[in-house]
């Protein structure tokens, strides 16, 4: 394979136009070739405005297409699987949006298309990319906190619209779906582990039916625990705080930290801390030239979609145990 991916984007989605296709057009080793829409003059439109050469009016197409070398889906969290593992069909590598499918047996079905074909797939999670998490991880392994014992994290917003896919229970909307997902991927990438027990309230929404804000805690094995909100209803706040025997650290800028953004992480030990300031970087980028370094060296991702499957069945305990 050339030094550089050749990108189809599968839908006119707000995440692609607004950051992952700017994105991608910045990274070293990769280009957008294609956009797909199942409305051809969205495509087209979609296609001018981004500089993508070419635009297709059904997913169907641009998955056939043979100068295609791997796919990004945003769609709704309920057409992943179907789409996601059509690609896998045609041989076509996929990095996938969050969260990866509409369970944990859905997403488990997408990972065993990919892997039984030898096709890479990589779940769309960027925040994981930022150095600023890498830090936090090193920090807290450093013991600089002494025994680490308690993680919090939150993830709010006001929904604009409310014909949002976020707020349709037939697409797999709701606040856990769509941003909780984060507050549990960093307690289980600052754990190392699996939750073995989880308890959420939530509110769910007389329209919507989907949970608009809700409220998880997750017990680790090493006796960790975790407590997190999440809503689509709520001033925006995207932070998490990792807690021990001897001090905090604390990430005001958790997730959606934009490219000139440079986030501080703060470590308290009693009532002083210090201050570390992370350079700015576009995530999106370094998550796209990763799984493209992947496609191009036939190496795993980073991250590999088989912990998409993972988060997923936290997701499904919580949402399990808030409906009960
Ligand atoms: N990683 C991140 O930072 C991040 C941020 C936001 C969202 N996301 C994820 O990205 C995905 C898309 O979110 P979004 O906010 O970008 O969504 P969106 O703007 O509503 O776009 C979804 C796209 O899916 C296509 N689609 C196919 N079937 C559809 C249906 N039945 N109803 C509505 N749209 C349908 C539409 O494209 P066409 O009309 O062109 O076919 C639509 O533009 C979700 O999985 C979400 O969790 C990730």
């Given amino acids: 394979m050339a030094t550089k991916i050749r990108w189809g984007i599968l839908s006119t989605a707000g995440i692609?136009?607004?950051?992952?296709?700017?994105?991608?057009?910045?990274?070293?080793?990769g280009e957008v070739t294609a956009v797909a829409s199942r409305d051809l003059s969205k495509a087209q439109a979609f296609a001018s405005e981004l500089g993508i050469p070419k635009a297709y009016g059904s997913y169907e197409e641009l998955i056939a297409d043979p100068d295609i070398d791997a796919i990004y889906n945003p769609l709704p969290n309920s057409e992943h699987a179907k789409w996601s593992i059509l690609c896998a069909e045609a041989g076509k590598p996929v990095l996938c949006e969050k969260p990866l499918a509409i369970d944990a047996a859905e997403s488990q079905q997408m990972v065993d298309a990919?892997?039984?074909?030898?096709?890479?797939?990589?779940?769309?999670?960027?925040?994981?990319f930022h150095p600023q998490a890498a830090k936090v991880k090193e920090l807290v392994d450093s013991g600089v906190i002494g025994t680490f014992n308690t993680i919090s994290a939150t993830f709010t917003f006001n929904i604009a619209d409310e014909g949002n896919i976020r707020l349709s229970r037939e697409l797999a909307g709701g606040a856990l779906m769509d941003v909780g997902c984060y507050c549990i991927n960093v307690m289980r990438l600052m754990t190392g582990e699996e939750p073995v027990a989880a308890k959420a309230f939530a509110d769910f929404g007389a329209k919507s039916g989907v949970d608009e804000r809700l409220a998880g805690l997750l017990q680790f094995p090493s006796g960790v625990i975790g407590h997190f909100d999440c809503g689509l209803r709520v001033q925006h706040c995207h932070t998490y705080e990792l807690r021990g025997t001897g001090g905090r650290i604390q990430v005001e800028r958790g997730f959606t930290v934009q490219p000139d953004e440079t986030p501080t992480i703060r470590i308290?030990?009693?009532?002083?801390?210090?201050?570390?300031?992370?350079?700015?970087?576009?995530?999106?980028?370094?998550?796209?030239?990763?799984?493209?370094?992947?496609?191009?060296?036939?190496?795993?991702?980073?991250?590999?979609?088989?912990?998409?499957?993972?988060?997923?069945?936290?997701?499904?305990m919580l949402l399990a145990d808030a409906r009960a």
Avoid: C
């Fill in 268 to 316: 308290w030990r009693g009532n002083d801390y210090e201050e570390i300031t992370v350079p700015a970087v576009n995530h999106y980028t370094l998550m796209a030239e990763d799984f493209a370094d992947a496609l191009i060296n036939k190496r795993p991702p980073r991250f590999p979609g088989q912990d998409g499957v993972a988060n997923m069945r936290v997701i499904d």
């Fill in 114 to 128: 990919f892997t039984s074909r030898g096709v890479l797939f990589a779940e769309g999670f960027m925040y994981r």
């Fill in 16 to 29: 692609g136009k607004r950051r992952v296709v700017p994105a991608m057009k910045l990274a070293t080793n």
